[in-house]
């Protein structure tokens, strides 16, 4: 299947805040550090469904920070062996989801994104949000104007989203 199929398949939604995507990212996170035990993982939920009171595809984030040391292949295969299916891959990070069926949207989806320690910008626009909730709101602007353009190209609403995550996170670097 094509990327242009799967967005097809699976378009981008972004639902009010459910209050469940919290519980949902805590046992995900729990399973994650049960079967990456060995890695000594740092596990956070991020994205925005972590973000309280904002709109958001109804997916949850997690990032799994794993020393640089251990092998990706070795993750990787773990991971796929446990229901995750690699999205995508490179020399420091890897993507994988759960949730995506033929049919559709599971009830619980999930991406895992696996960087290097210490490569979680992601943690830092989250706590950001937290704790500036009208930059959040601007942030819920920013993303509801884009679905109309970008309903079925996740690339690209990630794209026109980065100015504004980079714009936050370089005032915190």
């Not at 967005?7 to 972004?14: H, T, Y």
């Not at 995750?84 to 619980?108: H, L, Q, W």
């Not at 830092?124 to 920013?142: G, M, N, V, W």
């Amino acid at each position: 299947m094509t990327l242009e199929e799967l967005w097809e398949l699976f378009p981008i939604v972004l639902t009010p805040h459910n209050p469940q995507w919290t519980y949902w990212a805590e046992e995900e996170i729990r399973w994650l550090s049960s079967i990456l035990a060995k890695y000594s993982p740092a596990i956070n939920h991020i994205g925005s469904t972590a973000i309280p009171e904002i709109h958001a595809k109804p997916i949850v984030d997690i990032l799994v920070e794993v020393s640089p040391e251990f092998e990706w292949h070795k993750i990787k295969k773990l991971l796929e062996s446990n229901g995750y299916i690699c999205m995508s891959e490179s020399e420091t990070r890897i993507s994988f989801n759960k949730g995506y069926t033929p049919a559709g949207y599971a009830d619980r989806v999930f991406h895992v994104h696996v960087h290097r320690t210490g490569d979680n910008d992601e943690i830092l626009f989250r706590d950001y949000l937290i704790a500036h909730p009208e930059s959040a709101k601007e942030y819920e602007t920013l993303k509801l104007s884009l679905l109309p353009e970008y309903r079925n190209n996740r690339d690209g609403y990630t794209e026109a989203k980065t100015e504004f995550v980079k714009k936050i996170v370089s005032q915190l670097t």
